[in-house]
């Protein structure tokens, strides 16, 4: 514990990073780290490290105390680990994360109480306007079932598990030994039942008396526009079936989006690069932009510079949860030409000017680039 790494550290990032920023490494790391995805020995430890930077930077209250105090906090009482509460915005994760690392241990329960069926998890790749717009799937897992044959009791339909006449349904059975010091009594799962508590007679032919069995399983998954990449649905008691009547676990569908050759987005606002030839550029022109819907025509204004953001309001994504949608937004890049004909290279020289004056009405209110490169090379 005292060689704690920094939480910034763990994320890879700098003091000074956005909250965007914070949430973005976290979900690169969490998605590298992830137990079910990476098999080495230390995935596991590594997955809490980051989670926990993650909940801590990700708090605004939190990560002040931490950029104050670091890993000792004297108003946390015990110094860091575990004891940060921080919920991230993304539904169940909190589960999730109790699913692999939590609970454990905990001593024998009744082998005949009901007991909730195993959480699953799927990852789903979709392309990325589906994720804009959302769709509706059909997949298919594997998982474990209840038997319909014997609901589940394992016994042949019409017979029951009867309860085992050696350890009386308690599935333990209580070893007493001499030793020099006493009497010593330990206990162990029963030898009659294996630990069941019930002995079945006749078995069920279907599961073989394992009261469940494997299934492929087609699922309907709908999947709400506006999702990012990292998103997780939880489709309740869609996981694997419960024992002896427990619950259904729940099956998290992890979505995983493809990258667009021509957007790019971020949350929920569209970017793109369009190009613009130096002549639109300096004269304006009306252009066609493309949008995840339509085609709309963006107005460039005479004397556009070259990296310049437009934007197409409501031309974004679908917010996941309210309403509205993000925006567009277009970067102009200006595109020297490489072919020219000898005519337009002589306009061009006509252009550039015998006297080097660029006939720019721009150059009354600010110095262009051109300007200030001129002036370089006279050494002003
Ligand atoms: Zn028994
Ligand atoms: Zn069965």
Same mark, same amino acid.
Not at 243 to 255: H, K, Q, T
């Given at each position: ?20 920023? #914070? ?7 969490? !998605? /590298?780290?992830?137990?079910? %995805? ?17 909940? %801590?930077? *990700? ?5 002040? !105390? ?32 109790? =699913? ?15 007991? !909730? ?8 790749? #979709? ?7 959302? /769709? ?9 079932? *209840?038997?319909?044959?014997c609901v589940g009791t394992g016994a042949k339909p019409g017979t029951k598990p009867e309860t085992c006449s050696v350890c009386h349904g308690s599935g333990q059975q209580e070893v007493v030994q001499n030793t020099p010091f006493g009497r ?13 508590? &019930?002995?079945? &007679? @006749? ?17 309907? %998954?709908? +999947? ?11 489709? *309740? ?17 992890? +979505? ?17 690069? %369009? ?13 066609? #932009? ?22 197409? &309001? ?19 890049? #200006? ?21 080097? @004056? ?9 110095? *262009?680039? $051109?300007?200030? =490169?001129?002036?370089? $090379?006279?050494?002003?």
């Open positions: 514990m005292a060689d704690k790494r920094d939480y910034y550290e763990v994320l890879g990032l700098g003091k000074s990073a956005s909250g965007d920023e #914070i949430k973005k490494a976290y979900r690169q790391l969490a !998605r /590298k780290y992830h137990p079910d %995805v990476n098999k080495e020995a230390d995935a596991e430890t590594k997955f809490k490290e980051v989670k926990e930077a993650y909940d %801590v930077l *990700s708090d605004d209250g939190q990560r002040a !105390r931490y950029d104050q105090y670091g890993h000792v906090d004297p108003n946390q009482g015990m110094g860091g680990a575990g004891g940060f509460s921080g919920n991230g915005d993304f539904g169940g994760f909190g589960d999730i994360f109790d =699913m692999f690392f939590g609970g454990g241990g905990g001593g024998r329960r009744d082998p005949n109480a009901p007991q !909730r069926g195993n959480d699953l998890q799927y990852s789903m790749t #979709i392309e990325f306007k589906e994720a804009v717009f959302g /769709k509706e799937t059909e997949i298919t897992i594997p998982r474990t079932e *209840s038997c319909d044959t010593m009594v330990n206990r162990r799962a029963c030898s009659n039942c294996g630990g069941a508590g &019930k002995v079945i &007679k @006749e078995k069920c032919g279907t599961c073989h008396g394992a009261g469940k069995v494997k299934k492929q399983r087609k699922i309907n %998954v709908r +999947i709400p526009a506006g999702v990012d990449d990292g998103a997780q649905i939880r489709l *309740s008691g869609e996981g694997e079936g419960g024992l002896r009547g427990g619950p259904a676990g729940d099956l998290y569908i992890v +979505i995983r989006v493809k990258a667009h050759d021509f957007f790019e987005r971020e949350n929920d606002d569209i970017y793109c690069e %369009v190009p613009l030839t130096f002549v639109q550029a300096a004269l304006g022109d009306e252009i066609e #932009i493309p949008t995840l819907t339509e085609k709309v025509k963006l107005k460039i204004p005479a004397g556009t510079q070259t990296g310049t953001y437009f934007r197409l &309001k409501g031309k974004g994504v679908p917010k996941l949860r309210g309403y509205g949608q993000g925006d567009q937004h277009v970067k102009v890049t #200006i595109v020297t030409p490489t072919k020219l004909t000898d005519a337009q290279k002589d306009l061009l020289r006509e252009f550039g000017g015998i006297g080097g @004056e660029a006939p720019s009405e721009s150059s009354e209110h600010h110095e *262009s680039i $051109f300007d200030k =490169m001129k002036k370089a $090379f006279r050494g002003e």
